[in-house]
């Protein structure tokens, strides 16, 4: 029943406020991060439903009240009953809403891998489009985008670019970004005019604290050697370059870009933390999938996820059967209209696999 399960998230909601204040918590940075989200999200559940269940006593009482109402008074009542008919619909959906399960990465930073995948160096030309695109995306937010690692091509592409951003809700509208995204243009490099299709590959991690992972130093092998690629004074000329390898799994971060080896070690384990906590919970939503097929759908990344269609000034999201003639402006950033179509139908498959509310 919908009331039992309000009175234990209510209970959890005084639990939690009472833990807040708490003198040993604020002491506990962890913690308190933590019981100050809950309790954001508890607040609005809980209101939420206090809000239902007023609307739901006014309509009750003016049902009474329209029996032995008339003339004025009957339709002043029967206006009262409309409006908390829909007071009781929209706050119906608002709870259903808040009561999906929270994704556990929400508020979290987030780490954006871009490589060049098929296609050369033009896969590359593409990385860094795509790259322009989420920093100009990112600016337009507010979020703030440091580089943790850029590897240059040829031809002023990008084998690859890791970084992060730093923005309260930067997990809940980057994380569909993951997958290989394809590209329909006449290359650069193309010297007849033909259209060529490349890829390039996006990987969204959740930023780990180290809380979120714990690292046994024992299963880590670190190599330094000397950086490679253009440089100032130190860069190319000491053993500033790191390599992490997890040998448990095999995960291996490199960084070069920062003169110190502190610091390449330091950013690198900021890499590995996230791709850990990624590695586990995939895992775990592959056991979930096995269990009650999510719907989520396969999960599988073989097929791309976006087209960029040059030609045609086209961008089409196959997931959610999108298709945009504002290439051009999606490039410079303009990605809202694909973000909430896929945070929609996130949420639109959640609600389908969720109860409706009962009284």
């Not at 929209?90 to 490589?115: C, F, M, Q, W, Y």
């Not at 059967?321 to 896929?342: E, S």
């Amino acid at each position: 029943m919908l009331s039992d399960r309000m009175s234990s998230i209510e209970e959890e909601f005084d639990a939690v406020r009472a833990a807040l204040s708490d003198p040993s918590v604020s002491s506990d940075p962890a913690r308190l991060r933590d019981l100050s989200r809950r309790h954001k999200e508890l607040d609005e559940i809980v209101s939420t439903w206090r809000r239902l269940g007023q609307a739901r006593s006014d309509f009750d009482t003016a049902r009474e009240m329209i029996a032995e109402a008339s003339g004025d008074d009957r339709e002043l009542l029967h206006a009262e009953i409309e409006s908390a008919e829909a007071d009781i619909e929209s706050l119906e959906a608002r709870l259903n809403t808040l009561l999906i399960p929270k994704d556990p990465n929400d508020g979290r930073n987030v780490i954006v891998e871009i490589r060049g995948a098929e296609g050369g160096e033009e896969a590359n030309l593409f990385a860094r489009d795509l790259f322009d695109m989420y920093s100009h995306y990112a600016a337009a937010r507010g979020w703030k985008l440091d580089v943790l690692s850029e590897s240059p091509s040829e031809r002023d592409g990008l084998n690859e670019v890791v970084f992060m951003v730093k923005g309260e809700d930067a997990w809940t509208r980057l994380e569909h970004e993951a997958g290989p995204h394809r590209v329909q243009r006449v290359p650069v490099t193309e010297a007849k005019g033909r259209v060529h299709t490349s890829a390039a590959t996006v990987t969204v991690l959740p930023e780990a604290d180290e809380v979120d992972v714990s690292i046994d130093p024992g299963d880590l092998k670190i190599d330094v050697y000397r950086s490679t690629g253009p440089g100032g004074q130190s860069v190319n000329t000491t053993d500033s370059a790191v390599r992490i390898t997890h040998l448990p799994t095999g995960i291996v971060v490199a960084m070069q870009d920062e003169k110190s080896q502190i610091q390449n070690r330091a950013k690198a384990m900021v890499v590995l933390r996230a791709r850990l906590l990624k590695a586990e919970q995939d895992r775990q939503a592959q056991e979930l999938a096995q269990q009650r097929r999510s719907q989520v759908g396969g999960g599988g990344r073989s097929e791309k996820v976006r087209t960029y269609n040059y030609k045609e000034n086209r961008v089409t999201d196959h997931r959610v059967n999108l298709t945009l003639h504002k290439l051009d402006q999606v490039l410079a950033g303009d990605l809202d209209m694909l973000v909430d179509a896929l945070v929609a139908d996130k949420r639109t498959r959640q609600l389908a696999g969720d109860h409706e509310l009962k009284s």
